[in-house]
């Protein structure tokens, strides 16, 4: 069964400290993994696609890698607005447009 | 540029009424659309998805269908609201014709159900 377990569940910060969060994946044939960042109350948003291992993707203070087994979003030197849920979530080949989501990492950023 | 749009934004319903939550989609053609809910302290469960009008695959056997009445509005719907049918309805859309793409999501909509 496709499966995608994210770590830790909840992280706090203090603003300018680095850190990582882990997205952990089993998939039957991996077509992609997708991070998103949502807000209380809103809708994701879309954020990275990484489709082969050792790629990876940057946006700001945001970098995203992946393996064959998981894949990290690391914040370099965090604000307190990168306070959000961010989500990971993956498609298989085997299931054309479906995407299984991880439950998520709440990051809070202290000031 | 593309912008999806569902409403209402809340809502709060007695167990046993019917419900409607609706989905457009604007500056693009034949998008394939889906409907997720997420429950409080979960992640995002796929429900329903649509590559064309009229074409719906189910995920999950439940209380709710859907329908897609023309291109781009997708309209998620119940005859009679359960107590669990409660959660944060979100709406999402891909470009047609790329199966690996990612989905981009409308601002949800709270559903409780008393």
């Known amino acids: 069964e496709d499966q995608v377990t994210q770590s830790p569940e909840a992280l706090r910060l203090q603003e300018g400290e680095s850190s990582s969060l882990n997205c952990s994946y089993t998939v039957s044939g991996l077509r992609g993994l997708f991070w998103y960042r949502q807000d209380p109350g809103k809708g994701p948003e879309f954020l990275f696609t990484?489709?082969?291992a050792g790629e990876e993707k940057e946006k700001e203070r945001l970098k995203a890698t992946l393996t064959k087994k998981e894949s990290f979003l690391h914040i370099t030197a965090p604000k307190p607005e990168d306070s959000a849920t961010y989500l990971c979530?993956?498609?298989?080949?085997?299931?054309?447009?479906?995407?299984?989501f991880g439950q998520g990492t709440t990051l809070q950023v202290k000031p | 540029s593309q912008t999806i749009h569902q409403w209402p934004a809340t809502l709060v319903q007695p167990v046993g009424s019917p419900l409607s939550l609706e989905c457009t989609v604007e500056?693009?053609?034949?998008?394939?659309l889906y409907w997720y809910r997420q429950a409080a302290g979960r992640g995002l469960q796929l429900l329903f998805y649509?590559?064309?009008?009229?074409?719906i695959s189910s995920e999950v056997p439940q209380n709710l269908s859907a329908s897609r009445p023309q291109d781009r509005q997708f309209i998620l719907s119940s005859k009679k609201l359960l107590l669990s049918d409660s959660g944060f309805y979100l709406c999402?859309?891909?470009?047609?014709?790329?199966?690996?793409?990612?989905?981009?999501f409308g601002p949800g909509t709270r559903l409780t159900v008393l």
């Open positions: 990484l489709y082969s």
């Open positions: 649509s590559v064309g009008i009229g074409q």
């Open positions: 500056g693009t053609s034949n998008p394939n």
């Open positions: 999402a859309w891909s470009p047609s014709g790329r199966a690996y793409n990612e989905q981009f």
């Open positions: 979530a993956v498609q298989a080949y085997s299931n054309t447009g479906k995407l299984i």
